[in-house]
């Protein structure tokens, strides 16, 4: 699962290296490490346009359901490394 946060991470890095993040870019972020997989799936549909890329989409963010316990030290991984990508 890490190199998958790693990865949702760094892109937002990359197209969002001011200091406030893209709201559509928060918007993803935000649904897929606390949203439903509805809500989730809804937020990437402009972006996953094809069955592949929605299966991928679905895949990610049950992986991030499961994996992810508790919410104080996702939060704390999340802002962290967006602190140090930022710094790079």
Do not use: D, W
Not at 37 to 50: D, G, K, L, R, W
Not at 66 to 79: C, D, I, M, Q, R
């Amino acid at each position: 699962m890490r190199p998958a946060l790693l990865l949702v991470l760094a892109t937002v890095a990359v197209f969002c290296h001011s200091a406030s993040l893209c709201p559509e870019i928060q918007n993803v972020a935000t649904k897929l490490l606390s949203g439903s997989v509805e809500e989730y799936m809804e937020a990437v549909s402009p972006y996953a346009t094809t069955p592949v890329m929605k299966a991928a989409e679905l895949q990610l963010k049950q992986c991030v359901q499961e994996s992810v316990k508790n919410k104080e030290h996702l939060a704390f991984l999340v802002v962290s490394s967006l602190f140090s990508l930022s710094e790079t």
